[in-house]
T-cell receptor, first 112, second 113 residues
């Protein structure tokens, strides 16, 4: 029944490491999103993609990049992890111009 | 900029009571308003949504109301049960044409048996 899969539930990385968070969906959705969830701050949009090789910055893109080489896969990259990137990362997908999201289970990243 | 404000941030009710969570949005062009429920350690899941051409929508014990003039919408849960305990997020469709959502900061609902 799982339709949006994030590769890791928990990750611990060191400051300065390059980190890859992977998200795969099997619903043929055009849109894919990466959000960051922090207590008291809710869900904040990092990046999204509306087609293969297309991407657009969200509200907090600094320190992150993304890759979408295939329709079903959307990767979030932390070029040089920092402690302030410790957070829960949620991937979501939706049909183009449709409005309901399906979320993944999240990846809790700790940067030490 | 686009913004969705959600209140209260925490809400505690007795089992069987009603719970109401309120949100306001800034963009008058928003036309879609979903609500998500996130249980502890789980992913957010869509529980109900409403479009701007409708004023109210119900699904069993859950209802959502929308006041476009005032730019606010509310989630109503009646006859609350302990399994309703979760964090609830409201959202409004943003201006980006591809369908991004702007989320409120969430309400932690606790239903005491």
């Amino acid at each position: 029944d799982v339709k949006v899969t994030q590769s890791s539930r928990y990750l611990v990385k060191r400051t300065g490491e390059k980190v890859f968070l992977e998200c795969v969906q099997d619903m043929d959705h055009e849109n894919m999103f990466w959000y960051r969830q922090d207590p008291g701050l809710g869900l904040r949009l990092i990046y999204f993609s509306y087609d293969v090789k297309m991407k657009e910055k969200g509200d907090i893109p600094e320190g992150y990049s993304v890759s979408r080489e295939k329709k079903e896969r959307f990767s979030l990259i932390l070029e040089s992890a920092s402690t302030n990137q410790t957070s829960m990362y949620l991937c979501a997908s939706s049909f183009y111009r449709a409005q309901g999201y399906t979320f993944g289970s999240g990846t809790r990243l700790t940067v030490v | 900029g686009e913004n969705v404000e959600q209140h209260p941030s925490t809400l505690s009710v007795q089992e069987g009571d009603s719970a109401v969570i309120k949100c306001t949005y800034s963009d008058s062009a928003s036309n879609y308003f979903p609500w998500y429920k996130q249980e502890l350690g789980k992913r957010p899941q869509l529980i109900i949504d409403i479009r701007s051409n409708v004023g109210e929508k119900k699904d069993q014990r859950i209802a959502v109301t929308l006041n476009k003039t005032a730019k606010h919408f509310s989630l109503h849960i009646t006859e609350t049960q302990p399994e309703d305990s979760a964090v609830y997020f409201c959202a409004a469709k943003g201006r980006r044409s591809q369908g991004n959502l702007i989320f409120g900061k969430g309400t932690k609902l606790s239903v005491k048996p």
